[in-house]
Each structure stands twice: as C-alpha cells, then as structure tokens.
DNA sequence: GTCTATAAGTAGATAGAC
DNA sequence: GTCTATCTACTTATAGAC
C-alpha cells in the first residue's frame, strides 16, 4: 500500500474514531509511524486529506444514487437501498459529526455538500414516486416534499442524533434502528396495507438487533 | 451593564453570526473593546463563557417545557408552542450548529445536553398524549416513539439541515417553515380532518412568509 | 520518498502596574 | 476592575540532508 493511500486510511480511521477536529498534521503521521515532514510532502496539511477524503465519500455516494434509478419497486427494496446508503454514510461519519463547521470552514467543499445533497433529496424523491406508482403509496402531493425532507433530514442527522440520546454508539444495531425509522415515515402512506408493513418490519427490526 | 454580562451577550453575537469555533479569547476582548486580560479576570477562557451560555439556555428551556404540562390542547396551541421552542434553540443557535464537535469537546455539557433532550422528548410526547385524548390525532402506539423522534430531530437539526439547503438563512422565515414541516410530521395521524388541517396551515404558512 | 531540525504563527494564560 | 507585557504551549509549514 502506498504512503498516500495509507495516509488517507489511518487519518479516516483516526477521524471516525476520535473526531476530526483534534486530531493535527503531528498525530497523524505519529499513528502511521512516518515524520511529519512526509506527511507534507504527500498532502499539504490536513486540510488536504479531507479534501481528498470526501472526494471519495462523493464518488461512492454518487454510485448508489444512481443505483436507485428504476431498481427500487417494493417496500423490501426501499429498505435495503436506505441501508446501501446508511453504510456509506457510516464510512465516512466523521463529516456528518462535523457538519456545520465543516461547511463554514471549506466553503468549496459546502458547495459540493449541497450538490450531492441536492442529489440524495432527487433520488428519495425518485423512490417515493416510483412506490407511488406502484400503488405501494398514496401520498397528498402537498405533503409529498415534507416527507422528502424528513427522510433527507433522518439521513444526514442519525449519527449525531443518536450520540444525544445515548454515550456508546454501536455501528450495526444504530444503522438497522435508522433503517426502521425512515419506513415509520413512510408506514402513514400506505393505508390498510401500513398494519401489517410495520409489524412485519418489527419482526425483522427485533431479529436484527437480537 | 456589568463587564461580566456584556462578555456574555457579544460572545453570544459572535458565537451566533460567525461560528464559534473560529473566535479566541482575544477576538471576543477585541469586540468588546476591553483586554484580554480583563477578560481572564471575568472568565478563564472561552470554554467558561460557553459553559455560562449553556447555563442560560438550559434554564430556559426548562421553563418553556414546563409550560407544556396541559397547556397544549388543540392544533393551534402545539403551533404556537413548537415556535416558541424553535425561538429559544434559534436564540442559542451555535450550539446547536456545532453539536457533534461540543459534545465531545465538553464531556459535563454533554450530559446535562442529554439530560434537556429527554425532557424535550418527554414534553413532547406529553403534547401528543394530549392530542390523542382530545381525539384530535389518532397514532398507532408502535409508530408513537417514532413520531417523537422525528419530531426531536427536526427541533434539533433544522438548522444545519437548512444550511445544507440554501447558503443564506434567514431566521423569520425559517422558523416558519420549521413549524410547518413539524406539523405535516403530525397530519397524517388526523385522520380525515387532517386534510383541512393542511389547507389551513398552508394558507397561514403562505400568508407568513409573504 | 523519507528523515531531522527548525522557523513562523497562533491561542491560551498569567503577573504585575495602575 | 482594567490594562500592558510577556510567557508557554502547540500547530503548521518548510529547508536541507540522506
């Protein structure tokens, strides 16, 4: 593995874990055994490796989002496309712990937050019209960009409202918790059929974290 | 106005307008007019003026959740009441553009950070307890922890969701629209009277922002 | 590519005079 | 209570040897 590549692991590894923001140029090369003077001459200071660091998180991201075009048409194929992008999220948490300060801070980065954001909200928009289509729900068109923006905001806001209610977060149990929550959001649009839509996914919910 | 309450009310302004991350001990002296110095024999650094600020908050939202205890009897009345909380959050609002980065920075305000969610979620699942026993929402009681989480998160994160929307924010308009995206969160559990109950806020929601 | 050494800049904090 | 002056600690960033 090349100095670079393991330079951008460690420090994600080293950002998810212990947050971005306390972590310097010094302590990461520290963790990766290499002088600082290395470091730079790879990357010019941390700024750099977050740079590069969400350059990847938005290619992946963007990958999924294509994905969803036409491939998600049942309620059990919603479920598992949320997770795709839960996990991804997950991966590259340390920027959703950050958010509002990271944006303030790479204001070039903020512009292209916004753009995938904007991206997300199209293809939550997108699955919710093709399950429409499907007469899987029946949503008042008024409604219909609130609900978008309630997913939206479950799915970029998880991490951080999770670490309000408990200390210790724990990765898998969290993400399938997160999971059931977007469809309780979507259960009120699904009249007769929501009954029973919801106790199963209880069922798989309670499996799940067993 | 005493030198201690004025470090206070500019911290706040700074805090709110420019984020608090990037204001030192100095900037805030600077703004005030006064030395650092002076500003050490007040507080022992920016922490203790956050903690200070903190403390106001925390004080006041106590009083605003203790005021729902009964008070919520209607659709009206929960309108009103989730503004004035959006008010006071809107008043404090760095915290809460930062939330992630302060809790892990401040170990003791993050536990008493926790201790106000719960009553938040607690007074607002005592205003949905209400609506239920006046017959105005009807919630199936495994999609009730449900509706009170979504309804906290968006109490918590409006703001940085906005700002992941539109670069500018606009305070006024914003809290209006927040109330609104509360009140579809509750809609679809009214039944047939929900329908009206969208018009209504709609043509209130228009005349608002006009 | 990688190291050591060091410069340059910044934030936090205190001592002592007024 | 308030100021000036100063000190320490830390982080970033670069120069030059290997």
């Known amino acids: 593995m090349k100095t670079r590549d393991r330079i951008l692991h460690v420090s994600l590894l080293l950002f998810n874990e212990e947050g971005e923001a306390p972590q310097t140029a010094v302590d990461i090369s520290n963790a990766l055994g290499i002088s600082p003077g290395n470091l730079y001459y790879h990357f010019k200071g941390k700024d ?21 075009s036409g491939g998600v048409a049942s309620i059990e194929d919603n479920w598992v496309y949320i997770y795709i992008i839960l996990e991804e999220i997950y991966d590259f948490r340390f920027f959703y ?8 801070r790479y204001p070039d980065l903020a512009v292209r937050f916004r753009a ?7 293809a939550i928009l997108r699955v919710l019209s093709d399950l429409a289509k499907a007469g899987i729900i029946t949503i008042d068109p008024r409604l219909r960009e609130a609900l978008t923006d309630q997913i939206m905001m479950t799915l970029t806001f998880w991490l951080v409202a999770d670490s309000l209610n ?17 469809m309780c959001l ?19 919910y309670e499996r799940s974290v067993q």
């Not at 750099?48 to 994905?67: D, K, N, Q, T």
């Not at 712990?97 to 303030?104: A, C, E, I, P, T």
């Not at 408990?166 to 977007?182: D, P």
């Not at 979507?186 to 209880?202: C, K, N, Q, R, S």
């Open 48 to 68: 750099a490796i977050i740079r590069a660091l969400f350059e990847s998180f938005e290619e992946e991201m963007r990958l999924i989002l294509r994905g969803s």
């Open 97 to 104: 712990r950050n958010l509002g300060v990271l944006l303030d």
């Open 116 to 122: 995938l954001v904007a991206e997300q909200r199209g």
């Open 166 to 182: 408990r200390k210790e977060h724990e990765g898998a149990a969290l993400i399938h918790r997160t999971v059931f929550q977007v």
């Open 186 to 204: 979507i259960v009120p649009y699904m009249g007769e059929a929501g009954f029973d839509a919801l106790t199963h996914m209880i069922d798989h």
